[in-house]
């Protein structure tokens, strides 16, 4: 039985990128994932319409559906070009060479680290959330993003015109922007229209004080996203338990940042980031999050 005092707060995310995918889990080990996510008491879950090739999506809509309890935060912009598209029908048997081969397994990370193709017209993402609420299983979508959208991108104010088209006919509820560098970042807080942003806050990097000043003050919700800054920081770690404790400690004191995103497809680091949540969240100091 879940003991409720170890429930991590409302800014501990599961970070969902390599749900779905052919080097992470899939089928029933995604399922029970998200399972042990949800006995964790973790209910923001972060996606994208490219993650795992739309299965990242469909695996939350089988687990979460249109559960109230759990936020969901999905992106759009990138595409899978034609050559990706048509190893989806064999994706089976390429997780199958990958786990028995690190050729195969290598040959994959090289494949997948190779930057998408991106739309930011009306017309795009527009079909690219109607997609995204159909393979999540939801009737609208907690929070939506612009997936790494270059500056220039943002600037006749198109893309993020979409998004709010869609806030209107409540297809998605808080509209928002995934960035890669401090530009993009300025330009999307530039936009009023803007209630999220997701950031890259490496651990001991200062690149985006500026910008989390800026939506601080804006109210702006800021997502953190790889905070524990990668498999090998958290091998290098004399204890990785209590580097990522020390590190969820350090981002949840800072009151600029709404939600943390722990991206792991392992449950055991999955369950570690919960419980230090939840020990620091049954702590009475600290700062209260906006909702």
Known sequence: MHDDSR??????????????????????????????????????????????????????????????????????????????????????????????????????????SQPLPTRWDIGFISAAIDGSLRRLRRDAIDVYLLHSPQENALGDGEAIQALHNAQQAGKIRVVGVSVDDVGTAMAALADPRVGALQLPLHPNAHDYDQVLAQAFQQGVKVIAREVLGGQSAIAAAQDPSAYATARIQELHDDPRITTVLVGTTKISNMKVAARAAGLIASTPAGPQRGS
């Open 7 to 112: 429930t991590p707060p409302a800014w501990l995310g599961l970070g969902c990128s390599r749900l779905g995918s052919v080097n992470g889990v899939a089928g029933s080990d995604a399922a029970r994932l998200l399972a042990a996510a949800l006995e964790e008491g973790y209910r923001f879950f972060d996606t994208s319409n490219v993650y795992g090739q739309g299965d990242s999506e469909r695996l939350l809509g089988n687990v979460i559906g249109n559960r109230s309890d759990c936020l969901v935060c999905t992106k759009g912009g990138k595409y899978l070009p034609f050559s990706k598209r048509m190893l989806v029908p064999v994706k089976g048997l390429i997780r199958l060479a990958a786990r028995r081969s690190n050729a195969a397994r290598n040959g994959v990370s090289s494949l997948r």
